[in-house]
T-cell receptor
Framework: QKEVEQDPGPLSVPEGAIVSLNCTYS??????FMWYRQYSRKGPELLMY????GNKEDGRFTAQVDKSSKYISLFIRDSQPSDSATYLC????????FGTGTKLQVIP | DSGVTQTPKHLITATGQRVTLRCSPR?????VYWYQQSLDQGLQFLIQ???????AKGNILERFSAQQFPDLHSELNLSSLELGDSALYFC??????????????FGPGTRLLVL
């Protein structure tokens, strides 16, 4: 079993939709949770960072962590074609472990 | 632009060969991480160096080795290459010694194709 599991998608949504991306993890030691965005043929870039359980909002993006159920979510409001990318969730304590990524396509 | 540079961008080679991938971290960053990304395995952590010393090891094969030099750039050496080594190789850097709380900044990657 992988430490961080993600549905690979692809997920296709119309422009303006609310997108929900989800991960589950198995390592109870994870304290830090991240979402990275990776455009095609580019390196991942940090999008959101949260510590422990709770919500964090940044513009159209909201990250949510529920440690009791080991569930990580990223919500994107008013999705734009420029949001089309692969989204990688990650958990960390001594090191960072990444999920395999969910490919998102926002259709104009 | 993350400030992390990687060369070369693309590499095509044959099975059994040896290649060297190079990474320069962001200015001021002391840690360098190497990752392998393939379609089925996702982003796999290989190894981390901090200020010239090996800090953490992941799923790195014995055929692979890395080092970090005094100027903090790093090289990943891949030898006796197999078809399955074809992947994207990313370097990332962070300010401190690592750990789950540090933000890692990724380079653009080197795309390796083994024929």
């Amino acid at each position: 079993q992988k430490e961080v599991e993600q549905d690979p998608g692809p997920l296709s949504v119309p422009e303006g939709a609310i997108v929900s991306l989800n991960c589950t993890y198995s390592n109870s030691a994870f304290q830090y949770f991240m979402w990275y965005r990776q455009y095609s043929r580019k390196g991942p870039e940090l999008l959101m960072y949260t510590y422990s359980s709770g919500n964090k909002e940044d513009g159209r993006f909201t990250a949510q962590v529920d440690k009791s159920s080991k569930y990580i979510s990223l919500f994107i409001r008013d999705s734009q074609p420029s949001d089309s990318a692969t989204y990688l969730c990650a958990g960390g304590y001594q090191k960072v472990t990444f999920g395999t990524g969910t490919k998102l396509q926002v259709i104009p | 632009d993350s400030g992390v540079t990687q060369t070369p961008k693309h590499l095509i080679t044959a099975t059994g060969q040896r290649v060297t991938l190079r990474c320069s971290p962001r200015s001021g960053d002391l840690s360098v991480y190497w990752y392998q990304q393939s379609l089925d395995q996702g982003l796999q952590f290989l190894i981390q160096y901090y200020n010239g010393e090996e800090r953490a090891k992941g799923n790195i094969l014995e055929r692979f080795s890395a080092q970090q030099f005094p100027d903090l750039h790093s090289e990943l050496n891949l030898s006796s290459l197999e078809l399955g080594d074809s992947a994207l190789y990313f370097c990332a850097s962070s300010v401190g010694s690592g750990g789950g709380q540090e933000t890692q900044y990724f380079g653009p990657g080197t795309r390796l194709l083994v024929l």
